[in-house]
């Protein structure tokens, strides 16, 4: 009984730590400062993207669900304000059900507004469609195949905004922001039937399941977790949310290193005591 | 101050109370949780259905063979591009699969999964060997020297190099970790615990923006615009379980139950 007790003090001890490191920076986040760094890889994408002539079209796979919203929403919204900053044709789309309402809908709708761009001339948003890698390797040879409408059901081939587009093979640069096996979805269909460079976002907790892909050239940048969000905000100098939030992420982080020393000393002494 | 419509406040009350649902079971698990677990499942399963209906059934499936059967009929119908009847065969396996559910004529649904294992490997084989074997090897064989490599470069390969070889040995059961092997294997052993390390710290990384995301959102809720949301709905969730609490331990305490 008394064991139990104590293990659930230290429980609501540690809750309790964690959540103040949490919400006490997320109140006076203006008053912690964050280095303005960014890594190689996260770079490579917006050097690619950077490298990119104007009206270049580029593809954004819009793959996760409200669930990984916080982490992954940073990373689009930073792309398609990087994007549309260049006048580059977007074109959004996803192979996961989840994301087909809201989530690829509303960034895009609402990053084009705030861009000032047009729906059917400056990007277009495709309906989800099933079989993930199928849709993959049918728009790699023909665009139309796969996606014959755009979700507001305008015929596609009519849009300015695929103007020169037949096939993945035309797409100046593809990127994947998912937070399950989308990715490699991309890298095994979309990359080896469509050839065109392909760049990856995802969560912190798949991030190093990719980088062999960096090393290999499969992919040309890759952003892992909302630290990754936060150096491409970096990047494209508009700090919004991810770089807020890394804020008390990096309160939280020391807490937890400090938890783990603390838990490391009292284990140590007590078998030390036994 | 930004104006915040009607709409809006519910959504926040709804968002703000599924959330806190949710949490509440960091107490322990509750009536209140179970709910909030419930509202998930079955809200998730609901949404699976209706994009499934609207944007592919219906869409690509129902409509266009609607188009193409009437034609037969009616001479004036504009078929589209993609409009064929050979969009009968989807209909049909897909029909096969929901035989599943009847004991006796569930042998039917075998023909569909026969048609998806049969077409998706010989889609997958290939190209999965290609991105993911092939594609691997290339780097792992790289030179580590040559006037287009630099120092860095070379120490990586190396590193690269060294650590495949290791883990693979480390995973070869056919000899004996002994001698030489067990270096290796040990070498193994530490590039697997770095890996394993790097995965936590992302892991950990991840659990922690979903939550600053949340607790964000939260603080946010808490303001007169939306009607001190966070706030009314966490002593709301605070007074049910503590009521859930008390009824729990009068229900222990009662002999009767005891009991029975």
Redesign the interface.
């Known amino acids: 009984m008394t064991k139990e007790l104590s293990f659930n003090v230290t429980r609501w001890i540690i ?1 309790t730590l ?2 103040l490191a ?2 006490i920076p ?2 006076i986040s203006d008053r912690i400062p964050l280095p303005d760094t960014s890594s190689k890889v996260v770079k490579n994408i917006y050097d690619k993207i950077e490298s990119l002539a104007e009206g270049s079209p580029i593809l954004i796979s819009v793959d996760f669900d409200p ?5 992954l929403r940073p990373m689009i919204k930073g792309l398609l304000r990087h994007a549309f900053r260049k006048n580059l044709r977007v074109i959004g789309m996803t192979i996961w ?2 994301a ?2 809201g989530t690829l809908i509303d960034i895009f709708n609402e990053m084009a507004k705030e861009n000032n761009k047009q729906d059917k001339i400056d990007y277009a948003i495709m ?4 079989g993930g ?2 849709i993959l ?1 049918l728009i790699s040879q023909d665009f ?2 796969g996606y ?1 409408n755009d979700y507001k ?1 305008n015929n596609c081939k009519d849009l300015t905004v695929f103007k020169g587009i037949k096939s993945l093979k035309d797409i100046k640069f593809a990127i994947c922001v998912s937070a399950g096996q989308a990715v490699d979805t991309w ?3 979309g ?3 469509g050839k065109m460079p392909l760049g990856a976002g995802c ?6 399941d990719y980088y ?1 892909f960096l ?4 992919l040309v940048g890759l952003m ?4 990754a969000a936060a150096q491409y905000e970096t990047l494209i100098q508009h700090k919004d ?1 991810a770089h ?2 890394m804020k ?2 990096t309160v ?2 020391a807490m ?1 290193i400090l938890l783990i020393i603390v838990g490391n000393i009292i284990y140590f002494l007590g078998k030390k005591k036994n | 101050m930004q104006s915040v419509t009607t709409t809006q406040v519910i959504e926040v009350w709804i968002a703000v109370g599924c959330t806190l649902l949710i949490y509440s079971f ?1 107490y322990k698990d509750n009536p209140l949780f179970k709910l909030g677990e419930y509202l998930y499942v079955g809200l ?1 399963a609901g ?2 259905l209706c ?2 209906w609207f ?2 059934v219906w ?2 499936l129902l409509l266009p063979l609607s188009r193409v059967i009437k034609s037969y009929f009616v001479s004036n119908v504009k078929l ?3 409009d064929t009847i050979l969009l009968v065969i989807p209909l049909i396996l897909g029909i096969f699969m929901l035989t599943r559910l009847s004991a006796k004529i569930s042998w039917l649904s075998r023909y569909t999964f026969a048609f998806i294992i049969g077409s ?1 490997s010989g ?2 084989i290939p ?2 060997i ?3 074997l092939f ?2 090897i ?2 792992t064989l790289k030179s580590c020297w040559g006037t287009d490599v630099t120092i860095i470069q070379a120490i990586n390969t190396l590193i ?1 190099l060294i650590g495949v070889i290791a883990v693979l040995i480390y995973f070869f059961f056919s000899l004996e970790h002994k001698g030489v092997i067990k270096s290796i294997a040990r070498t193994g052993i530490f590039y697997m615990m770095i ?1 394993f390390g ?2 936590f710290g ?5 659990r ?9 959102k939260l ?1 946010k809720w808490a303001s007169a615009d939306y009607y001190y949301a966070s706030i009314v709905l966490f002593f709301l969730v605070a007074i049910i379980i503590l009521l859930w609490e008390l009824l729990r331990k009068r229900e222990s305490a009662n002999p009767d139950n005891q009991a029975s």
């Open positions: 809750f964690i959540a949490i919400i997320v109140i669930s990984s919203d916080e982490e059900d989840a087909a309402g309906p989800f469609k099933p890698s199928s390797m139309y195949q014959p059901n890298i095994i269909y990359k080896e039937k969560t912190g907790v798949m991030a190093t062999p090393q290999s050239g499969q892992g977790g909302l630290g949310t807020k939030s008390p992420q939280v982080h937890i | 960091l998730t949404w699976g994009t499934a944007m592919v869409p690509d589209e591009s993609n998706f889609m997958s190209l999965m290609s991105a993911d594609k691997q290339e780097p690269i890996a790097a995965a992302y892991t950990v990384m991840a922690e923006s979903l939550a600053i995301g949340r607790m964000t603080v």
